[in-house]
């Protein structure tokens, strides 16, 4: 019987005259012609910020929007602590608070959101045995404490955060921050007394720095080698 089995066996290749098995021919692709992807000048940067209190605060530790604009600070192309501070951030947004109490036996803590749609109560905890207090918070949604601060608004002497402590306080801060593009302004508030008079430093000044200054951050400056790049390109 005849049978047409293997004949065809080959019929999707393609032979040239020297019988050289040739592959399927190839089509030219033409990519469409994409812009590039949008270029972000002044990138959102996250950081978390550290903040000690060695001792009981009195009264109520006030933090208002400027307090936060104020962060990172900076004492460009002179030594003069006094005259040439400005800040070096544009914008600045409260992701998440965290504040640990000290171990004593009874040691109280507490923090409350303040300002336009915020809730009105506190969170507190207190020291059991050796276990410190602890409590942490994001800003309350469609609240003020949840916006962007910024240079150009005109509330920035709003208060935002209070805290209170009976003894030693450990707080992080984690925020999204934007550097400034232009002309920085001078800084607007407390600078730590100890605080070095070095050019081109950033400095991270207390947290409360328009207020009492009684909260100085765990690390005040960063390496002078970045600030240097970016102060003096």
Known sequence: MYTNRGKNKNRNKRYNRNNIVQGPSRKTITL??????NYQVQPIIGRKFR?????ASTSAVVITRRCLLNLQVSIPRSASVNSNVVTLLSSIVIKSVRMWGGAANNDQIGMSWLGTNAPDRTLTDIAVMDTPAKIGSRPPNNSRSAEWINTTDTDLDTQILEFQF???ATLDIKVLMIYQDATCLPFNGRILPTLPATANYFYTPPLDNVTTANVPPASSF????????VLNP
């Open 32 to 37: 469409p012609r994409a812009p590039p992807p």
């Open 166 to 168: 009976s003894s030693s």
């Open 222 to 229: 960063l390496a002078a080698a970045f600030a240097n790049a």
């Open 51 to 55: 903040f000690v209190a060695s001792s």
